[in-house]
DNA sequence: TAGATTGTTAATCGATTAACAATC
DNA sequence: TAGATTGTTAATCGATTAACAATC
């Protein structure tokens, strides 16, 4: 059946459900779908305030995007909207939820009660919106039997006596990344169709199961890309000296050719590596 | 300065930096920035291992993607391979880690030191690679004073002071919803540029202030998206009676037309709704 | 030299955007 | 009817991908 792709942000085999480019099945794009939970946030805060209507200028504003875009997003819903009027909110409400799939209930599960886990567990959007924990485990006999949020930490054991038991099609990974891909394995195996990992690592998983990844270092990472480019504003330097200080680039060229061997038809990979240069590049590396 | 736009996961004012699209400055694309840090990763774990050159495709499997995307987002940053033999790992280390900006030192904040807050000042990815919490920061009485990863809980009203001494250009945001907004312009105002925000809210920012946001309940949501479709697997259903139950429809249509009203020039926001039929369409929405 | 693998080209696909006709 | 706002079109832009010439 293969899903659209999985989203940029998730990661898995190469390429697997490379097959359907928008998610399919009466055709949103993945990027629109991706959007659809802002416009609901949005709504939902309108509907509050009682707000019975609301044009696609003020909703996009409220979302924080352009209202071109939402307007085509809506399209792919049907037409939900009235010309010179604009959206009634509890339509779009229900609507927007149905799509989502958020008008039934999903048992999820979080697997890894650290710090992170906790704070998941405790997080208020998750019961709202139709998802409720089903279980908390941990493999750590210390942190089993203790509860969090109101709930009971199980063991590992029981992972798939539950997802079996209560239906659960989504897992939640919090362990540390050496343990992620083997719990990943045993939610698949179990009959989890789709995983949000917070672990730092690439899960592999079979066809059919949806991966989406949530990963601070990453998004630090690129903040600290475009905070660069912020600094220093030159005209965007592109001599050979602000690419790499003159001994690192040198020391590194080195390397290169002592990797690059010669003759032989063995990737270079095999090749003893030519150490002692690294430190130097080691040493302006953070840990 | 305006960089490019704050990537797709970021959320800001309807469109602002929308003038350079890809990230200038050497302009490496939006897409390749956001997967520099996975290769990274992937290559420092071979580096750890001691492997001394890596293929595009072995690179590739490793970090989750294919390999001609990696070798077009390489090419991007210059000929860092050698033709028939791979990559020289460690090399390649310190060229990701240089155009990421993460051979200098970034002093972080972390404002709203609660469950995730905590979870993220405990978080080790946060130390290594160039990232370092500057301080953690709470208005909370009961948790200033208190310790968290061995860093002392700040007041609020020391963040200016922080921000300023410290060089503080990155802050991450782990505030209750109600919050996040105006501790966002406290940091901007005091200099922050870069703001990682966990709050489930649209920050609003000024040009040149990147924002980007990690939101559990939109992936949760994204997931279940797909999830819906697996389900019921039929050949795409499109008749009226699976987009929404006769009644609900109904019922829609009729306040759709009460909200129409007519005559009155003025968007119908203002024309009181039918208050009723809306009690059918939220009894089918989660709480 | 023969084999391997990069770096680049060009085709394709998906997403964004402005503009405006349709219509409430 | 006049004004407002949707839904859609078409142009543009950015990202992905396969294929292959360059070259180690």
Redesign the pocket.
């Known amino acids: 059946m293969a899903i659209?792709?999985p989203s940029?942000s998730s990661s898995q085999t190469p390429?697997p459900g490379?097959a359907?480019?928008?998610?399919r099945a009466r055709g949103i794009?993945?990027?629109?779908?991706?959007?659809l939970p802002l416009y609901l946030r949005a709504l939902t805060a309108l509907s509050e305030r009682s707000v019975p209507?609301?044009?696609?200028?003020?909703?996009a504003a409220a979302a924080g995007?352009?209202?071109?875009?939402?307007?085509?997003?809506?399209?792919?819903l049907?037409?939900?909207?009235?010309?010179?009027?604009?959206?009634d909110v509890e339509y779009l409400v229900y609507q927007i939820s149905r799509e989502l799939g958020l008008t039934q209930d999903w048992p999820v599960v979080i697997v890894g009660i650290g710090n992170l886990g906790h704070a998941l567990a405790n997080y208020g959007g998750f019961a709202s919106r139709g998802f409720r924990v089903a279980a908390l485990l941990d493999a750590d006999p210390n942190v089993v039997g203790s509860t969090a949020a109101g709930l009971p930490v199980r063991h590992m054991d029981e992972l798939e006596d539950i997802v079996v038991s209560q239906h659960v099609s989504i897992g939640v990974i919090t362990t540390p990344p050496g343990a992620a891909q083997l719990v990943c394995d045993r939610l698949v195996e179990a009959g989890v169709t789709s995983i949000l990992n917070f672990a730092p690592t690439v899960l592999t998983v079979p066809d059919g199961v949806d991966v989406r990844k949530v990963d601070l270092s990453i998004e630090l990472q690129i903040l600290a890309f475009h905070e660069q480019r912020k600094a220093g504003d030159e005209p965007a330097g592109d001599s050979v000296l602000d690419r790499a200080p003159g001994p690192v680039r040198a020391a590194a060229a080195k390397l290169?050719?002592a990797a690059?061997?010669?003759?032989s038809?063995?990737?270079?990979?095999n090749a003893p590596a030519a150490k002692g240069p690294e430190d130097d590049l080691s040493a302006v590396m953070p840990a």
Not at 20 to 23: K, Y
Not at 29 to 35: F, G, K, Y
Not at 65 to 76: E, I, M, T
Not at 78 to 87: A, K
């Open positions: 659209g792709r940029p390429d490379a359907r480019r928008t998610s794009p993945e990027a629109t779908v991706a959007r209507t609301v044009s696609s200028e003020e909703l995007v352009n209202s071109a875009k939402l307007r085509k997003d809506f399209s792919y049907g037409s939900y909207g009235t010309r010179g009027v604009g959206y290169r050719r690059g061997g010669g003759k038809a063995e990737p270079a990979k």
